[in-house]
């Protein structure tokens, strides 16, 4: 470090520095070993799909769209008892009102890279 | 510190598809502990480092073929260190946010008083706590100056961010840091 930047640290955390970080370092064996299950595991064969395993994934999807398939074409001929999914999905703006304004704060500022966020908050970009 | 002609060899070994599975344990043997105490310092948990630690090596075994030696080697192992525990750190905030709003000090805290790797005095737990409640990159940055006391250019290859940002961010962590420290001192 410079050693001006080193002397504008305060007391207290140049002299935590020279005292460390209070952790303990793992002895070579567990770094050893380490290397071994790193190698291992790259070198272990990726999940092999069966000609079977497929088979019956294709079947399932098969009957899953033909169900799915049957009940659409039950409430497009108006047979179904259900209300159709044009009426009976919420648009987004009552979807959001259900929401309190702290979590939809929280949901965004949680997108938001706290760093450069904390940055900009210090001092704006036209200052 | 590890020097530039062990850097060379291990690179050599890699490079070579017969004594790559050696050059990697040289590796793992010469870095380990610099990624191993890096993380350490990031995840304040050693059960996460382990995790996070093995990740990282099974990414830098993969990609070794990507490292161009544009940059240090320890330079390209702590970016992706620091990537992988900057990414752990998000998807536990995520799953921590739905069943706790405990203080991250006051959690860093206890985790580290049980930890087998903390064998700090009451001072150094109060500054993890401290260093706990930074942002995560702020965090990375200033544990990278701080402790390991890289460059700032370096710093820079590490984390993706510019130098002026960096110094900025440096500077605030440790005006925040110091208040902490002060308001445990009182």
Known sequence: MHSKESEELPAALRALREKGDGFVSPPDAYFAQLAQETVARVHRPAVVRTWRSATWAVAASLLLLLGLWLALDRDFRGEGTTTPMAQATPSSAELLADIPPEAIEEYIGSRLSEFETELYAAQPPNE | ?186
């Open chain 2, 1 to 186: 510190m590890i020097n530039a002609a062990e850097e060379s060899a291990i690179l050599t070994q890699l490079r070579d598809e017969r004594q790559r599975e050696q050059g990697f344990g040289a590796l793992v043997r010469v870095y380990g502990p610099l990624l191993h105490r890096h993380l350490l310092r990031m995840l304040q948990s050693s059960a996460d480092v382990d995790d996070v630690l093995q990740n990282t090596l099974i990414k830098v075994y993969r990609h070794l073929d990507r490292f161009r030696e544009e940059s240090k080697l320890s330079t390209w192992l702590y970016r992706i260190a620091t990537n992988e525990a900057l990414a752990w750190l998000r998807s536990q905030q995520r799953r921590e946010r739905r069943i706790s709003s405990e203080d991250p000090a006051l959690t860093a805290g206890r985790t580290l008083r049980a930890d087998p790797f903390f064998d700090g005095d009451a001072a150094q737990l109060e500054l993890q706590k401290a260093l706990a409640a930074l942002p995560d990159k702020q965090r990375a940055v200033f544990l990278l100056r701080y402790y390991d006391e890289l460059p700032y250019a370096e710093i820079s290859q590490i984390t993706g961010t510019s130098e002026g940002a960096l110094k900025a961010s440096y500077h605030l962590a440790v005006k925040k840091i110091e208040s902490k420290l002060k308001a445990y001192a009182q």
